[in-house]
């Protein structure tokens, strides 16, 4: 679409006098189909054209009469309406998606850019909450994403693996823990002891103390206590790895709070000598009462530094360490402010790279319609959420196709899929719902829909006896309204891509694909592919290469595989 889009644009600079990055902006989709492939409102360009906007598309569509690529123009009422010359259009696009699919969506907007994105990022020996579970997923397709569109990507695990809690696990850990226990669970038992530490601690206030000492003696480097902190990490981090590799999620680094214990202090100095820091109350803070925000703390009155601190050193870090041009902080809406604080104080320290930072919030999820919370009673895991979702992902196929060669494999895919899509086809910033029921639903708008579609014109492939590479785009010389639709979906892969990237947001893709495979279910149902005669077959065959394609890399842009079979 974007090469179309450029060439009508080129050819209304010179009338219209404006820029062809402006008019391509200006193109939109007319809500009815039936009245063309695109339109150029001209209302805007009344004023300095000084002519009616009936006039000016009246004008401009015989301009636009003159172009190979557009069929037919039909000016109403102050709209330009195009309709494409379709077998340029579906030669162009097929041929694209069969020899280069990533043109087809990619114009390279990231080369020579370089972008850390820090997602995931749990906190060791607390729960693996749904929020983690939210960063995890779209983090993963922001990575994948901005990496299609030219960025060189980092992908940053800021685990919290530093702070008092651990000085209270150390404690109860000593008290009530379990060598083994820890061993076979870490992340439910560690958490088990966190929580039997508040709980006893709420009779035995000394527990506090206890774990303040412990804390202070992992600060001071105590062997006891070290190494106690690193096995934690070490077991937690096998299991989180777990979990990872469901989901198919690497990172580039494992980079923890603690990693920037000894690179704090240079930050705060250069704070405090370019007059930042003040004294409030005892604490050293940087005053943004300018700018309508509570003070940002940097060290607490007893000298430790926060979680802020960290972050001041991490993003110095990831700038001058990892070369990154852009942060990106993909953490849950609760955050804002101090992601808010962060960024402003940045500004103010001079780095030149404050502009480009980006925090990626998004909203909560629920599940079975219940807010989750990791209080008490109320955690769920999300190993254990992929887990049964791969159960009856296996149940389904069990019944659906028994004798599916590689039914396990198929079914992590699907149960994982379905998850996956569950969170990513909503908007970003809104809530989003949980049942199995539902994300698992073969005919809603589900992972396994999708997926099952692309296996659908795998299918198709399969039957035709043609390799991949015997395919190629035949015109067959006409081309029905489902066929077209199909092509034209095809066509806005760049355009989904781009807005994507640009606005953080995997769900504009995940709604993409739907699209896709709406358009690709019609065009199945409509038109016979392997019985149709010799041109048909082939154009058509081309078609469903070209989908089978474009749905695997943007099935693979949203974290999802692409089985062939299921
Ligand atoms: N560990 C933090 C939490 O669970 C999230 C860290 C996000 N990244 C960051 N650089 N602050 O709340």
């Not at 309406?81 to 379709?86: A, D, E, F, H, K």
């Not at 190629?472 to 990237?501: P, Y």
């Amino acid at each position: 679409m974007k090469a179309v889009k450029n060439t009508i644009a080129k050819a209304l600079v010179q009338p219209t006098g404006l820029t062809e990055a402006d008019l391509v902006q200006m193109l939109e989709y007319p809500p009815n189909p039936q009245l063309g492939d695109l339109a150029l409102p001209c209302f805007k360009l009344a004023k300095s054209l000084r002519k009616n906007p009936v006039q000016i598309a009246e004008d401009l569509a015989s301009i636009l009469q003159q172009l190979p690529e557009v069929d037919a123009v039909n000016p109403t009422g102050g709209f330009l309406n195009i309709s494409l010359n379709r077998s340029i259009f579906a030669q162009d696009i097929i041929q694209s998606a069969l020899t280069d699919t990533h043109r087809l969506f990619s114009a390279d907007r990231g080369k020579g850019l370089k972008a850390a994105v820090d997602y995931s990022s749990p906190n060791i020996a607390k729960p693996f909450s749904v929020g983690h579970l939210r960063s995890t997923i779209i983090g993963e397709s922001i990575v994948r994403l901005m990496r299609e569109d030219g960025y060189e990507v980092v992908g940053v695990n800021h685990l919290g693996d530093w702070g008092t809690q651990f000085g209270k696990i150390i404690a109860a850990y000593l008290h009530w823990g379990d060598e083994d226990a820890v061993r076979a669970n870490p992340v439910r038992e560690l958490l088990k002891l966190y929580v039997r530490f508040h709980d006893e601690a709420k009779t035995n206030p000394e527990l506090e103390d206890e774990g303040r000492h412990w804390f202070k003696e992992l600060e001071e480097g105590n062997e006891k206590a070290v190494h106690l902190w690193q096995w934690f990490i070490d077991e937690s981090l096998k299991a989180f790895k777990e979990t990872y590799d469901l989901l198919g999620v690497q990172f580039d680094h494992y980079l923890g709070e603690s990693f920037y214990n000894d690179k704090m202090e240079p930050v705060v100095q250069e704070l405090r000598d370019k007059g930042l820091l003040v004294k409030d109350e005892g604490a050293e803070v940087v005053d943004l009462s300018a700018y309508d925000m509570p003070p940002a703390i940097i060290k607490k009155s007893d000298g430790t530094s926060i979680y802020a601190t960290r972050d001041l050193a991490a993003a110095d870090y990831r700038h001058r360490n990892l070369g990154a041009d852009k942060l990106v902080y993909v953490v849950g809406g609760e955050q804002r402010l101090h992601f808010q604080q962060l960024f402003k104080v940045l500004e103010l320290m001079g780095r030149s790279y404050a502009n480009n930072c980006t925090h990626v919030a998004f909203g909560f999820m629920s599940y079975n319609g219940e807010r989750l919370s990791t209080r008490r009673g109320h955690i769920v895991y999300l190993e254990d959420v992929l887990k049964r979702a791969i159960d009856e992902a296996q149940q389904i196929i069990d019944e659906k196709n028994p004798t599916l060669p590689n039914k396990e494999e198929v079914a992590r895919s699907v149960g994982v899929g379905a998850v996956v899509f569950n969170d990513l086809k909503t908007y970003r910033v809104h809530d989003v719902d949980f049942r199995y029921e539902d994300v698992l639903n073969f005919d809603g708008e589900t992972g396994p829909y999708v997926q099952y579609t692309h296996a659908r014109a795998c299918s198709v492939l399969r039957k035709a006896n043609k390799s991949e590479g015997e395919i190629s785009f035949v015109d067959s010389g006409s081309m029905s309204e489902t066929e077209w639709g199909l092509v034209f979906q095809l066509g806005q892969a760049n355009e989904a891509l781009t807005r994507a990237v640009d606005e953080y947001d995997p769900s504009v893709m995940a709604r993409y694909i739907l699209q896709v495979c709406h358009a690709f279910n019609r065009f199945y149902h409509h038109n016979p592919i392997l019985q149709a005669e010799a041109d048909r077959r082939d154009q058509r065959l081309a078609l469903t290469l070209a989908t089978r394609k474009v749905l695997a890399k943007a099935l693979f842009l949203i974290g999802l595989d692409a089985p062939t079979e299921m």
